[in-house]
């Protein structure tokens, strides 16, 4: 007698992440083993991804007006994701914004602080919490009409 395979189903959290598997990701970090390593978690996860090394070469590339959001690692050469953070608040476009970094102190906390991020990440982070981060990011898409 042949047993057929038991069908694994994914938790409720992953399935309620395809709804918006339409998203695009933009991932800023100089760290190109952190973008590579984002880019394909999320493509396996149904995401379209856009990287950057820097915020300046974020701010000269087409940025998605759509259904996005921003994972931004804050300690950045040149302009820094908090520098970033306050010129996108001034002039747009308005991303909703996960900020990340590797230093888990207050002065670094306090900064993030400082400038509103939808969710904070320090790393290493775990899939459940950068997922729960994107969802609580493109929940809070504004109004393109803003």
Known sequence: MTRSPAVIHPPRWYRALWKNSTATVIVVDDDASIRRALRTQLQILGFSELDFQSAEGFLTGEIPTGNACLLLDIYLPGMSGIELCRS?????????????????DQQTKQMMREVHP????????????????IRKALRKRPNLAD
Do not use: Y
């Open 118 to 133: 939808i969710a904070c990440l320090f790393k290493p982070f775990d899939e459940r919490s950068l997922l729960r981060a």
């Open 88 to 104: 996108l608040d001034a002039s747009g476009p308005h991303l909703p914004t996960v900020l990340m970094s590797a230093r888990d």
